[in-house]
C-alpha cells in the first residue's frame, strides 16, 4: 500500500519545479490587490463639481425629450407633436368641376398634379357632364372620385339666343338642295360619309371599316381617330355627325380568345394575354372594374375599352 501511495505521488524534476511555479504564481496574483492600494493615490472628489456635471446632463437629456426632430419617449408623442403637421384637411362643400380652380381641388384634398391635370382637360376645351365623369381623370383615384360625386353640382349649358324684338324682320329661308344631311355614325354607309366635306371613297371605308373594328362608336370623337383622317377634315365634318344610334357590339372577356381580343383596336396583345392569364388563374370575372387589377390596364384604357367589354 505504502508503495502505491509513493508511486503515484512521486514526480520527476521536471514536475516538481512546475509545481512550484504554479504555486508562487496564484501567491502573487492573490497577493496583488493588497500591494496595489500601496501605489495609487487617493484623489479627493470635489462634490459641487460633481453635482454640477450631473445637474449638466440631466438638463441636455430634457431638452432632447423635448426638442421636435430628436429622440421621442414613445410612439405616441412622435404622433402627437407632428399629426396636426401632416394631417391634410378635406374641405367638402358643392362645386361645379367646370369652374373649379387649382386651389378648390387642392381643398377637396385632391393632389396638386392631378388638380393640374384637370385645368389642362379644360383648357383644351374638354367638359364634365357629369359626376361620372371624374373617374375619367388620369390620376384621379376612384376613391376620391367617388367621395366627391355627391358634392358636383353641374350647371347647365346656357345658350344665348336673341329676342325676337331685336331681331330684325327676314323672309324665311329653305334648304338648299344640295344642302348636307346629318349623319348618324354608327348607321350610316359608305354612301352617306362620301356627301360629307372633304370626305372621298377611300376615306369613308375606313371610316365603316373602323367602326366594325370596334364594334361601334360611343362618342362621336372616335370618328377623328380614323387611320389618315386629317384633323381639319374632321372639325369640318363634325357639324354634321349624330350619333342617335349607341349599339355597341360587346366582347365578353370571360369568354373570348386571345384573338377575339386583340383584333379590337383598342386592345393589344399584351393586354389580352393579361386579361386571360387572369381569368384561367382566378376564374371568370364578376365585374368589368376587376379589370383595374390588372397591372397593364390603366385608367385611361378602362374608360375607352370598357364600353366595348362585357362579363356576360
Do not use: C
Amino acid at each position: 500500500m505504502w508503495k502505491l501511495l509513493t508511486t503515484y505521488f512521486s514526480f520527476t524534476k521536471k514536475e516538481r519545479r512546475g509545481i512550484i511555479f504554479v504555486t508562487i504564481a496564484v501567491i502573487l496574483v492573490a497577493l496583488a490587490p493588497q500591494f496595489f492600494y500601496l501605489f495609487v493615490k487617493d484623489e479627493a472628489v470635489n462634490a459641487n463639481q460633481f453635482s454640477m456635471e450631473i445637474a449638466a446632463l440631466e438638463a441636455k437629456v430634457s431638452q432632447r425629450k423635448n426638442y421636435p426632430g430628436k429622440s421621442y419617449d414613445n410612439q405616441n408623442t412622435f404622433r402627437r407633436l407632428y399629426a396636426s403637421e401632416t394631417a391634410v384637411a378635406k374641405e367638402r362643400f358643392y362645386f361645379d368641376p367646370n369652374t373649379a380652380s387649382e386651389n378648390d381641388w387642392l381643398r377637396l384634398g385632391i393632389k396638386k398634379k392631378t388638380a393640374q391635370t384637370i385645368q389642362k382637360y379644360l383648357a383644351k376645351g374638354g367638359r364634365f357632364y357629369k359626376p361620372a365623369d371624374l373617374q375619367k381623370i388620369y390620376g384621379m383615384s376612384e376613391k376620391d372620385a367617388q367621395e366627391l360625386m355627391p358634392y358636383i353640382s353641374i350647371a347647365a349649358i346656357k345658350k344665348d339666343y336673341p329676342s325676337l324684338q331685336d331681331k330684325p324682320a327676314q323672309s324665311p329661308t329653305y334648304p338648299k338642295k344640295n344642302s348636307i344631311l346629318p349623319v348618324d355614325i354608327n348607321i350610316a354607309d359608305t354612301t352617306a360619309f362620301i356627301a360629307l366635306p372633304g370626305i372621298g371613297s377611300k376615306l369613308s371605308k375606313r371610316i365603316v371599316g373602323f367602326r366594325e373594328k370596334l364594334g361601334g362608336f360611343y362618342a362621336i370623337d372616335q370618328i377623328s381617330e380614323t387611320y389618315n383622317l386629317p384633323d381639319s377634315t374632321f372639325q369640318k365634318i363634325k357639324p354634321y355627325l349624330v350619333l342617335n344610334s349607341k349599339a355597341i357590339k360587346k366582347i365578353n372577356i370571360n369568354s373570348a380568345t386571345l384573338d377575339q381580343m386583340k383584333a379590337h383596336p383598342y386592345i393589344n396583345y399584351s393586354i389580352a394575354n393579361s386579361i386571360i392569364t387572369y381569368r384561367q388563374q382566378h376564374g371568370n370575372y364578376t365585374d368589368i372594374l376587376e379589370l383595374k387589377k390588372l397591372m397593364l390596364v390603366s385608367d385611361e384604357f378602362y374608360s375607352r375599352a370598357s364600353p366595348y367589354l362585357s362579363v356576360e
